[in-house]
């Protein structure tokens, strides 16, 4: 598989316990099931006007490749 998975994943975080990964495609972009994708920057204004903040964490599914794959 040539999929590589980032050490760590931006998520955005709301007061009421909802989390959501930031996904990026082709650039920075936030996607929402019901919107699509837009851009990060416009989703970070969307965000902090919910009460939310972005976090970074490490992702867990990151596997570090050796010499030998």
Do not use: H
């Not at 007061?15 to 990026?24: L, P, Q």
């Not at 965000?47 to 596997?63: A, F, M, S």
């Amino acid at each position: 598989m040539s999929c590589k998975e980032p050490k760590t994943l931006r998520v955005a975080c709301f007061k009421d316990g909802r989390r959501k990964i930031i996904t990026f495609k082709r650039g920075a972009y936030w996607w929402s099931a019901s919107e699509g994708a837009y851009p990060l920057s416009a989703a970070l204004g969307t965000i902090k006007k919910q009460g939310g903040w972005v976090e970074t964490i490490p992702n867990p599914n990151y596997r570090p490749k050796g010499l030998f794959g």
